[in-house]
């Protein structure tokens, strides 16, 4: 071996590290560290977080505007207006002009969002008159900053007649917030400010403002909160919730790929990064380069996705058959782009994707419960024979009203009982801890697949990286005697292999509680290993186990002649076994692309086959059909430990000559365990 090959070795994990890995200590001193980290983590951030949150709920204007304040003249002005107006009569930002502040249409009107969809490409104006009393009570609280939010066009404002700035929606990040010189509250004229917007970004709400909080004063520090407030909303929560879908999108994927028939997780994995590219669509910084027109598009695209994913999420989570998913699927990947090319204009995306929103996504996400909670009533019925159906309802049901709770949200919108920005929270919230909710589900599936594969006959040397080249121990091969019968009294009970698999189970935990791993089991044959890593006496170990198997075929034998299964007295429980010391090395065959662990023997001489040849030989020892006999090579079973008194007195017969195969003499000697009662070690060992 090279000295790389040593190094390797001297560094690798042993099978006792193996076994030590999950056990309580470890796992626990596992959780301590994570708690140690997360805990102060969370004691400094969740504080913090609060208190900032809180002060976003100061940042709306001290003194508000009321919507009617603003007045609005639908048209262009008649003269251009310059950096100074007050010379230039037919300006609207002329605080002398009286068109504007005297306008009889106010942006409050129920025609005027109409009416400003019909200036594509066109200019408007919006003007306000803040009276004497108003700036007062700004002066009064100190708050000379005018909040006045969001324009989505190319805008231009001016102050009492002077040119204050303009601007464009592409360029403009942050919320317009206009500083008014405490000088000028101070002044009991009215303060006039006149807002020139030109058309030409697309957008159907173009004159957004302070949207839901409204305009009006505050102070420096509660216009800064605002400016946080709006930040985090548009740039940091998308940017979160973006990063958040992704990686979930991506976890999915990854448990898909690795078991292709969970269904359901590829379409989370769909449904979760619909979910990101709407919240990258929704980043201010990206909603701006991509421009109105072509996030319009894209989001009559994802929301009609969205729709369709969550329903196939709820379908493939009920198990539902594939021709929903055959024929479905193209048809809503297809169906949002002619639905592109049929609406032209911004203003009919809009009130598409507002259909689909408010309708046509609730009505899918109700499709997907409906599904789940039909599924589960269906199993319900069923539970009484079959009680491990009770964790899979329970999660059919959780899923089922998560996805109802996003179509009453969905409703709640539509029908007005809760407002935009509650809506937007909510919903991304309550989607989002649905995508968390069954990712607890992925981890408890997995964890139980673990479970599974853990008491599976797959060794843990088959578990290895690297697979061991040999392996000593002891081979004990076991035969159940006139199993014949029990094949038949199963058959009359409608199972033919149901009591001698109830046999074989009895045996496998014999295997199992004296160190050893069972090989192979074939009708009502059985194989075992008893490895010399788990014990230095691998076969103490092996007549152990067989003692135990014995004792708990006895048991079983009483249990059957209760119920009247075993009538005759001649009909008992019992088992022929062969046991030899050898190597084994376990291996990998690959049938049809599917990997089955296998083992085969090493050198010239398969202990298997010589376990189960001595085996054989055991028919003809003195009334081998009345007991248990265990057949062992004389040469093993003259060793000091099986000497002992524990194993000398269960040696029936010694150093018998019997015929093998071609005629070929062995000697070996006779093992017959003692009945459970006479044997404190099978006591303590079951």
């Not at 998308?238 to 379409?267: C, H, M």
């Not at 379908?315 to 193209?330: D, K, N």
């Not at 009533?377 to 996003?406: E, H």
């Not at 589900?441 to 040397?461: A, D, G, H, M």
Request: hydrophobic share 45%.
């Amino acid at each position: 071996m090279s000295f790389l090959g040593e190094v390797a070795q001297a560094i690798s994990r042993t099978s006792e590290d193996t076994q030590l890995i999950g056990d309580s200590t470890s796992v626990r001193a596992k959780y301590l560290l994570v708690g140690a980290i997360l805990v102060p983590l969370l004691l400094l951030f969740v504080p913090l977080m609060v208190v900032e949150i809180n002060n976003w709920d100061t940042g709306k204007p001290a003194i508000s505007l009321s919507p009617q304040a603003w007045r609005a003249v639908y048209s262009a002005s008649p003269e251009s207006c310059d950096e100074v107006v007050l010379e230039t009569a037919g300006c609207l930002a002329n605080p002398g002009n009286p068109k504007l502040w005297t306008s009889v249409d106010s942006r409050a009107d129920r025609g005027h969002a109409a009416r400003v969809r019909a200036l594509q490409g066109k200019e408007f104006w919006l003007g306000t008159t803040i009276d004497s009393q108003l700036l007062y009570q700004a002066r009064k609280q100190e708050t000379n900053q005018f909040i006045l939010g969001y324009i989505s066009a190319s805008y231009r404002i001016w102050l009492d007649g002077a040119f204050l700035l303009e601007g464009n929606y592409a360029n403009s990040h942050l919320p317009t917030v206009l500083t008014i010189p405490m000088e000028r509250l101070q002044d009991s004229k009215p303060l006039k400010i006149a807002l020139q917007i030109i058309h030409d970004v697309g957008s159907p709400v173009p004159d957004l403002l302070g949207g839901p909080m409204g305009e009006g004063f505050s102070n420096v520090q509660q216009a800064r909160y605002y400016t946080y407030k709006v930040l985090f909303w548009n740039e940091t929560r998308p940017w979160f919730f973006f990063g958040a879908n992704l990686l979930i999108a991506i976890l999915f994927l990854f448990f898909w790929s690795a078991t292709r028939k969970k269904q359901e997780y590829f379409y989370m994995a769909l449904y979760a990064l619909v979910h990101a590219l709407i919240q990258i669509r929704s980043i201010d910084t990206v909603y701006r380069s991509l421009g109105y027109n072509m996030s319009a598009m894209l989001e009559v695209v994802l929301t009609t996705y969205e729709g369709a994913f969550g329903m196939f999420l709820g379908l493939s989570f009920a198990r539902s058959r594939r021709a929903f998913f055959q024929w479905g699927l193209p048809l809503c990947l297809v169906l949002p782009w002619p639905i592109l090319f049929l609406l032209h204009d911004p203003s009919s995306r809009l009130l598409f994707t507002q259909l689909m929103s408010r309708w046509v996504s609730p009505l899918m996400y109700a499709i997907g419960a409906g599904v789940c909670a039909i599924q589960a009533t269906f199993l319900f019925s069923f539970q009484r024979k079959a009680p491990y159906l009770g964790v899979r309802i329970r999660r059919l049901l959780a899923f089922g009203l998560g996805l109802a709770a996003l179509t009453l949200l969905y409703f709640a919108q539509a029908s007005g009982l809760a407002q935009v920005t509650q809506y937007a929270v909510l919903y991304r919230f309550l989607h989002f801890g649905l995508v968390l909710f069954l990712c607890a589900i992925v981890v408890r599936e997995y964890r139980e697949q673990e479970l599974l594969i853990e008491k599976t006959p797959v060794s843990e040397f088959h578990r290895r990286a690297v697979l061991p080249d040999k392996i000593s121990g002891a081979v004990l091969v076991v035969d159940l005697k006139r199993a014949a019968e029990l094949f038949r009294l199963g058959a009359r009970l409608g199972d033919s292999g149901k009591l001698v698999n109830m046999c074989l189970s009895h045996l496998w935990t014999a295997v199992s509680n004296h160190g050893g791993f069972v090989l192979q089991t074939e009708g009502d044959q059985m194989r075992a290993f008893f490895p010399r890593e788990h014990s230095p006496l691998p076969l103490a170990q092996a007549l152990r186990a067989a003692g135990e198997m014995h004792a708990k075929l006895a048991l079983v034998e009483q249990q059957f002649r209760e119920q009247n299964l075993l009538a005759s007295t001649e009909s008992r429980l019992i088992f022929r076994g062969g046991l030899v010391e050898g190597e084994l090395r376990p291996v990998w065959h690959n049938t049809g692309g599917v990997r089955h662990p296998a083992w085969a023997g090493v050198g010239d001489v398969c202990a298997m086959t010589e376990a189960t040849r001595l085996m054989n030989l055991e028919r003809q020892v003195p009334q081998a059909e009345r007991e248990t006999n265990v057949l062992v090579p004389e040469s093993l079973a003259e060793q000091a430990p099986l000497q002992t008194p524990e194993f000398k007195d269960n040696w029936s017969l010694r150093h018998q000559d019997l015929a093998g195969k071609h005629d070929k003499r062995l000697q070996v000697a006779v093992y017959r365990p003692r009945s459970w009662s006479s044997s404190p070690n099978l006591k303590n060992s079951a």
